[in-house]
């Protein structure tokens, strides 16, 4: 179901930016993210940078769609099933999973409510990732990332934000669930900075 979902949001949120009729604005921003494993056989620890280019407001209902790119690094192990039952070579292997990946990423933040100068939003965004090798560990290079959580804005300045939030994240390659998709599941912080250039 997560995989569906990522995929769904994915598709959702580029398709959205490109069929909403609102103004585009480029813009200047990023933000960093780390996420620590649900999984007790995923001892996984992912850092992801992004760069935001582009978005569109749509107020009502107080939506911003932005566009972007995103990099992850990912350093740890996972623990994976190998072998085989018939031949009695069943077993659990740790097997390392680094990876470095790249691609094209959307954001959406649906703003909730406002206490003075703070702004709590609910952030959903997807990335469709090319890693070096496949990932996790068995799995594929290509990857779609699934992010959502609270968000807190703070903002100084008109088209000014500083953001801080929790997210749960998913990462998969759609293959529901079978050896060839051995998904990650996390939990963490992220950091947003956007300004309009």
Do not use: C
Not at 64 to 75: D, E, F, H, I, N
């Amino acid at each position: 179901m997560p995989a569906a979902l990522g995929v769904l949001t994915l598709v959702s949120l580029f398709t959205g930016f490109a069929v909403i009729d609102a103004p585009r604005e480029r813009v200047n921003g990023g933000g960093v993210d780390g996420f620590a494993t649900t999984q007790a056989n995923r001892q996984l620890h992912l850092v992801n940078a992004h760069v935001y280019l582009v978005q569109k407001a749509v107020d009502p209902p107080n939506l911003v769609l932005r566009l972007g790119l995103s990099v992850s690094r990912a350093t740890g192990s996972i623990t994976q099933v190998v072998g085989s039952l018939e031949d009695g070579t069943l077993r659990q292997e740790v097997i390392a999973s680094p990876a470095l990946g790249l691609g094209p990423s959307a954001e959406a933040k649906l703003s909730i409510f406002r206490i003075g100068s703070a702004l709590l939003s609910l952030d959903v965004s997807a990335a469709a990732m090319l890693y070096d090798r496949p990932f996790p560990a068995g799995g594929m290079r290509y990857d779609g990332m699934f992010q959502v959580g609270p968000g807190v804005d703070f903002s100084s300045r008109p088209g000014q934000h500083l953001a801080l939030g929790v997210r749960w994240l998913h990462i998969s390659n759609g293959h529901g669930l079978s050896p060839r998709n051995p998904m990650f599941e996390g939990r963490g912080l992220v950091l947003r900075y956007v300004f309009p250039i």
